[in-house]
């Protein structure tokens, strides 16, 4: 199991990215959530096999059409509070 903090910027508001990470999680089998930030970025936790968690990333970078990702960090997330499906998360 692998937990991971993911922050995407770029045009990533008002496109639908969020809907697209919770699709991609969800096929996936994912665990955890995604928001908005009120800095423009879009965040997300998200918990599973390391694989999995790695082909979710990897959509973050793509992203969907009409979207523009610039960049993408990632940093180590706490598993124990990713184990509900994976959600949208009001802003943060």
């Not at 692998?2 to 496109?15: I, K, N, P, T």
């Not at 990470?21 to 665990?31: H, K, M, P, S, Y």
């Not at 009120?38 to 390391?50: K, L, Q, T």
């Not at 979207?67 to 943060?92: K, M």
């Amino acid at each position: 199991m692998e937990a991971r903090r993911v922050l995407v910027s770029g045009c990533v508001q008002g496109v639908g990215f969020r809907y697209f990470v919770v699709d991609e999680a969800r096929a996936l089998g994912l665990a955890g959530f995604v928001r908005n930030l009120r800095d423009g970025r879009v965040e997300a936790e998200v918990s599973g096999p390391a694989d999995k968690v790695e082909a979710l990333i990897a959509a973050c970078r793509r992203g969907p059409p009409g979207s523009r990702v610039d960049g993408v960090e990632i940093a180590a997330a706490s598993a124990a509070v990713l184990l509900e499906p994976f959600e949208i998360r009001r802003d943060g």
